[in-house]
């Protein structure tokens, strides 16, 4: 049986708590009531279109802000409308096909280099209650 310490629970925002103790309670009842309305864009226009010409079109809805908010803040993936468009525009570089191939060769090195040394199993010392560490 797999149970996490309380100490972890407690780090979790309540929105997420909510979500690992029962991801239903994050559903208000609109959820269950009304239709799910969505398209998908797999055209280059059709993504240009609907987030990036007209963002304002495109708000996150209430459930979205309740999950990701408390752990992203402000930023690209809570944001809509305007402050979305700049801050895309501000991260779209590391988005770069250049940029992304030489983050992928670093990774790629990284990995490497993991996979030569032996793992240390630190799950015993780092799960004990921080008392019990300090006194032992």
Do not use: Y
Request: hydrophobic content about 35%; aromatic content about 4%; proline content about 11%.
């Amino acid at each position: 049986m797999h149970c996490e310490s309380h100490e972890t629970l407690t780090l979790l925002s309540p929105p997420l708590l909510d979500l690992w103790r029962n991801s239903l309670t994050n559903c208000r009842p609109q959820h269950f009531n009304e239709p799910i309305l969505g398209h998908i864009a797999n055209v280059p226009d059709g993504i240009h279109h609907v987030p990036v010409a007209h963002p304002e079109n495109n708000p996150k809805d209430t459930r979205q802000l309740r999950i990701l908010q408390p752990g992203l803040r402000a930023g690209l993936l809570t944001s809509s409308g305007e402050t979305w468009k700049v801050t895309r525009r501000t991260l779209a570089p590391i988005f770069a096909p250049p940029w992304c191939a030489s983050i992928a060769s670093i990774d790629a090195a990284i990995s490497e280099k993991r996979r030569s040394v032996p793992l240390i199993d630190h799950a015993g010392p780092l799960s004990r209650p921080s008392s019990e560490g300090l006194l032992a």
